[in-house]
């Protein structure tokens, strides 16, 4: 195996470094230590190299318009409604973003920072350890964060996200990668490519995309993906035709199959208790991602569940509790 580490930019004083590592079947992945992003996984196959995820023309481009693409989405990912914390008798007021809400962790989240990156050589795989601290009060959280992002490529062609953090005061935390895959090629799109989700419940979504009426069976449903289905033929019947931006509670760690029209399939394995499938409904072929368009790639995001009850408890992390989350993505024929 081997790695390549060079410097491509700098922002805010600070340099940014792509990090390349290649196993020995073919397989490359490309990291950034901006927003510690997955930018590209690329494998071999009979007609060339073909990258399986969604991805940014140039790697300078990640910084220069907020996009998610592959990033590290947090301190807490997608949205919190009425962006006030209520701990005890203290509120937190975080800052809205969309609406009333909170969103991605605020205007500055993880995905927007750099972090400090090194690397690790072994004889079976190799890793590349991100690491950031996110001092109290950035973004209005309290507590400062201390979050290790771990990426390991197998030879086996997986690819292993472990996300680690520790706080010194109680905080909310419910962080994720935010890859979007397309195993048929950027312009192929994923209307053609079939899910299967081991999930029996979802999460309905109000008028403001909020999971507000708890969890329901999948059973009946456009969001039975149990024995497998094409997302192009559930798409139409989501969200009045935008597509999926919901969570799913999980009932294995083998949480996900997506298999592409070409055959190439991604199976996900993860510890997190819940998966927001999100079809990449925004996306309009304009500003820095103007090569990706809506449906172009789906995220499968493995992160606790919804935030329920008036203390977000099910998201609070707090000292002395560190936090742990392990996302793998293994890619074959």
Not at 4 to 12: A, E, F, I, N, V
Not at 232 to 251: C, S, T, W, Y
Not at 306 to 322: A, K, M
């Amino acid at each position: 195996m081997a790695i390549k580490m060079q410097k491509y930019g700098t922002l805010r004083g600070e340099p940014l470094y792509e990090f390349i590592l290649t196993n020995q079947a073919g397989m490359a992945v490309h990291l950034l230590n901006y927003g510690a992003t997955l930018a590209r996984v690329v494998v071999p196959t009979a007609s060339g190299p073909l990258d399986q995820i969604l991805t940014l023309p140039a790697i300078e481009d990640y910084a220069k318009e907020r996009n998610f693409l592959g990033g590290t989405v947090g301190r807490v990912v997608g949205r919190l409604p009425g962006h006030v914390w209520h701990r005890g008798e203290r509120e937190v007021t975080l800052l809205a973003g969309e609406g009333d809400n909170a969103i991605h962790g605020g205007p500055e989240g993880l995905d927007t920072q750099v972090f400090t990156g090194t690397y690790q050589e072994g004889e079976s795989s190799d890793r590349v350890v991100f690491t950031f601290v996110d001092p109290a009060g950035h973004n209005r959280f309290p507590g400062t964060v201390k979050t290790t992002v771990t990426y390991t490529l197998h030879e086996n062609n997986s690819l292993t996200f472990a996300l680690h953090a520790a706080t010194d005061e109680a905080t909310l935390y419910n962080p994720t990668n935010h890859v979007y895959f397309a195993l048929d090629g950027l312009a192929a799109g994923v209307a053609g490519s079939t899910l299967r989700l081991a999930a029996d419940y979802y999460g309905p979504l109000d008028d403001h995309h909020l999971p507000s009426a708890g969890w329901a069976p999948v059973a009946g449903t456009p969001f039975d993906f149990r024995t497998g289905a094409k997302l192009g033929d559930r798409i139409p019947a989501v969200l009045a035709g935008q597509g999926f931006d919901h969570p799913f509670l999980l009932k294995a760690k083998a949480a996900a199959v997506l298999t592409g029209q070409n055959g190439r399939k991604m199976a996900l394995t993860t510890t997190a208790p819940a998966l927001v499938i999100y079809t990449a409904n925004h996306f309009d072929h304009t500003g820095i991602p103007h090569n990706i368009g809506a449906h172009s790639g789906v995220a499968l995001e493995a992160q606790i569940a919804p935030p329920s009850g008036p203390d977000w408890s099910s998201i609070t992390l707090l000292p002395g509790e560190p936090y742990d989350l392990e996302t793998s993505w293994r890619f074959f024929e």
